[in-house]
């Protein structure tokens, strides 16, 4: 049957199919309709205009969402061989009308009915923006697949390379055949299947012939109708108007708004999700923009990415791979080399055989990461235009591959960057991910991975609600978070993003609500979960400037909190697991009061002299560090903590060597239960701490591991076991292979372990003072501070 057979010329095309666009262009060319009607949602009429703007670059999509619910959206994606988007440009070079006949998205995005089956844009819309029908997706019928099989093809793809894009122009009647095979194919496969397992489409099929009729009221039989081929047979079948109207009435509406959105070729790709994607968008754009031997410019593109990468790819390389790829066309049967033997022979002759270049031209060539543009003229909402605003004053450009961020915040220019990239984040536009800066380790530098995403249109619409600027949104939404947060955990977590997004405005609601809520919380360990993001906060923001007294002080009193909540949260029977949490706890509390209480007075000697007092100071370093020696000498708390606590001592300075050596003593006497003394052994040796250089330079220490190892149970070794491997299998092997030689060597070599004032070979038993002062100066002109500042490290260093 002719596609213009008694109605309307109906082209039956493939989404984003290359040979489906050079056909329809060919086919609108011979039969010059007086309109064009496109599968689409009719309220994407009024934006059809900008598709001849000079700033309109594909692939862009047209995003239509639900007014109050942006996050409820679907896309139409185009691309440049898109047959809909070859269509619509016809049709305007030419002033014909065009318009979309697809089912409104009011109706598509509005919640469905329990007695009937959704109506929605499946085919040309993104189907990851919709909700699926529950099982019946999972049967969905393939009918490329369906025909490539009855073809004797095991491979969709090839069958379609083979019967559509490879075929030659033929004339002017060669696009009507190609649509009349096609069509007859789709009748044939609708007869047995149905609709396939897309319930949605006899409701869209209606509503496309309500269209129909009414542009043949309009234009007569002399239009065209640009639409997946599945459709086909559905538009030519004899129905009346008054059963689609039955089919219509009823269902549920909701207002909606549409505009354009960039897209990208990866997410036309059927691996990203797209349900009418295809697998190889950047070889399907390189067909349908070639104008002759595709083969031999694929083949030179390929070459040039490889020298790019600084692979030895010349011209001869590209000679013989378009050889060899016509020859296994020629073997295989197949009219012209398609994907499959342009990547084989790419692999043989330019890759070495090698699948690791191939990854990358697969990456980059096959798929793509081209991102489309849209006109300023695009309707958007205020917060989208602000941004656009904001990225072209600080020169962000968007782009779909990953791009590395280095930013100095030292610099205005850089610090404005991270300020928009961590607001962005905060109102849920994950456009940047923070990373590990290379090469520093200092607060004034920050590091990005960028990557733009066509998704992120439907975050700034959905964050629209908020304010009109970035920076009244995030201050809105960083409000209402702390007034809705339902932990102490979140409101610090607020607080550090408010001041990395330079929130100033927000911050007292935040300060509020997280005091209020630590006034509140007795749980010592999310108090203690919470103090390490203040600290971190106070450290970001003394380097952006932000004034954050009033987060000190609430820090501050947070540390107290956990001072005092700490040690009797310590003694309460934890089991193993919850032993190793609070473990954790201490480690990053000690680490948070060490930032905390830089600007404490100190005046503490900085060792314990034994004789039993604190040596606190009622600074919060004091105060801190009297918390651990109770935690140390505290029978009841778990062995892990314990060992941990005088770990944290001793590294600071504020226990003496002969007080540690006791305190191991008692943790390792014959009185203690052997899996609480492996603990305290891994509390205070565990190996991502440094334990292994400490034992290698104090063989007293070694030496009473040693002794108790020795004496341990062969019963209760085994219980252990598990735990020494854990704490000595992380070591360094260099330090593995010393502390090895000194257990070897024994006592004989190197004295009695435990002999007061013995010192390991090539050390002095007590620290020189003159020898230490001698580094000062070097420490002051490295930290390139002048004299006086920064004394803190230097007493460090000494």
């Known amino acids: 049957m002719s596609p213009r057979a008694a109605g309307p010329l109906l082209l039956g095309v493939r989404h984003h199919g290359p040979g489906s666009a050079r056909a329809v262009l060919a086919a609108l060319d011979a039969a010059q309709p007086k309109a064009v009607l496109i599968e689409g949602p009719p309220e994407g009429d009024a934006l059809l205009p900008l598709a001849a703007d000079p700033g309109m670059r594909p692939p862009v999509a047209l995003l239509a969402h639900v007014a109050d619910d942006p996050g409820r959206a679907a896309f139409w994606p185009l691309a440049d061989f898109s047959p809909e988007w070859v269509a619509i440009r016809w049709a305007q070079s030419r002033q014909v009308p065009v318009r979309f006949i697809d089912l409104p998205a009011a109706h598509s995005l509005a919640p469905a009915a329990p007695d009937r089956p959704p109506g929605g844009a499946q085919d040309g819309a993104d189907a990851e923006a919709e909700e699926e029908d529950g099982p019946a997706a999972a049967v969905r019928l393939d009918p490329l697949a369906v025909l490539a099989e009855t073809a004797g093809y095991e491979d969709p793809e090839r069958w379609w390379e083979d019967v559509v894009e490879h075929r030659g122009s033929g004339g002017r009647t060669a696009p009507l055949a190609a649509f009349e095979a096609l069509g007859e194919a789709m009748t044939a496969l609708r007869e047995v299947y149905g609709d396939g397992g897309h319930p949605r489409d006899p409701v869209r099929e209606a509503y496309m ?54 897209w990208t070729h ?169 990373t590990a800066s290379r090469g520093s380790t200092g607060t004034f530098r920050e590091s990005w991975r960028l990557r733009w995403e066509p998704e992120l ?47 100033s405005r927000a911050l007292p609601a935040v300060l509020r609500a997280l005091a209020d809520r630590a006034a509140l919380d007795t749980d010592v360990a999310r108090l203690a979960r919470a103090l390490p993001a203040l600290a971190r906060s106070l450290r970001y923001g003394d380097v952006r400037g932000t004034d954050t007294a009033a987060l000190g002080r609430v820090a501050a009193g947070l540390a107290e909190r956990i001072c005092v909540a700490l040690p009797p949260a310590c003694a309460t029977g934890l089991d193993a697991d ?39 100071d009622g600074g919060l370093r004091g105060r801190w560090a009297a918390v651990l020696r109770t935690l140390a000498g505290r029978d009841t708390v778990p062995g892990l903590i314990r060992g941990r606590a005088v770990r944290l001592l001793l590294d600071d300075g504020a226990l003496a060597a002969e007080e540690t050596a006791r305190l191991m003593g008692l943790a390792l006497s014959p009185a203690a239960a052997p899996a609480d003394a492996a603990g305290w052994i891994e509390g205070f040796a565990g190996g991502a701490s440094g334990g292994g250089t400490l034992l290698v330079h104090d063989e007293r220490l070694l030496g009473l591991i040693d002794s108790w190892l020795s004496g341990v149970p062969e019963r209760a070794f085994v219980d252990v076991l598990p735990l020494l491997r854990r704490t000595f299998g992380a070591y360094e092997p260099g330090v593995k292979r010393t502390l090895g030689e000194l257990v070897r060597r024994g006592p004989a070599a190197g004295g009695t372990p435990a002999a007061a004032g013995a010192a390991p070979e090539g050390f002095g038993p007590e620290l020189d003072p003159e020898r230490a002062d001698a580094v000062v100066a070097l420490v002051r002109m490295l930290l390139a501070g002048p004299r006086g500042a920064d004394d803190d490290l230097v007493e460090a260093a000494r």
């Open 457 to 503: 249109s439907v975050r700034i619409a959905e964050a629209g609600i908020w304010g009109t600027t970035v920076l009244a949104a995030a201050t809105a939404k960083a409000e209402a978070d702390a007034a809705a947060a339902a932990e102490l955990g979140e409101v610090t977590a607020l607080a550090e993003q408010c001041l990395l997004a330079g929130l």
């Open 578 to 616: 919850a032993a190793a949490e609070l473990r954790g706890h201490v480690d990053a509390v000690h680490a948070a009061i060490g930032l905390l209480g830089r600007d404490d007075a100190d005046t503490t000697d900085g060792a314990d002299d034994g004789d039993g007092d604190d040596g606190t």
């Open 209 to 262: 012939r309500q269209r129909i009729r009414a542009a043949r009221r309009e234009f007569g039989d002399d239009h065209a109708v640009v639409c997946g081929a599945w459709h086909v047979p559905a538009l030519r079948a004899k129905t009346t108007a008054a059963a689609d109207k039955a089919l219509l009435t009823g269902l549920p509406k909701v207002k909606v708004e549409t505009t354009w959105v960039p």
């Open 266 to 434: 990866r997410r036309l790709a059927r691996s990203g999700g797209y349900g009418a994607g295809i697998a190889s968008p950047g070889w399907y754009a390189h067909l349908f923009a070639a104008p002759d031997r595709p083969v031999e410019r694929w083949l030179t593109k390929v070459a040039g990415l490889l020298r790019a990468e600084d692979r030895q790819v010349s011209s001869a390389h590209v000679i013989e791979a378009v050889r060899l790829a016509q020859t296994l066309a020629a073997m295989r049967g197949r009219p012209l080399p398609g994907l499959g033997e342009t990547l084989e022979a790419a692999r043989a002759v330019m890759c070495e055989g090698s699948d690791v270049p191939l990854a990358l031209i697969q990456d980059r060539l096959v798929v793509g990461d081209v991102l489309g543009e849209v006109p300023d003229a695009a309707p958007v909402v205020p917060l989208q235009r602000d941004l656009t605003r904001l990225q072209r004053s600080l020169r962000l450009k968007a782009e779909a591959q990953d791009r590395e961020l280095e930013l100095d915040l030292r610099k205005d220019t850089d610090s404005a960057k991270s300020l928009l990239l961590h607001r962005l984040r905060l109102l849920g536009i994950g456009w940047g991910t923070p």
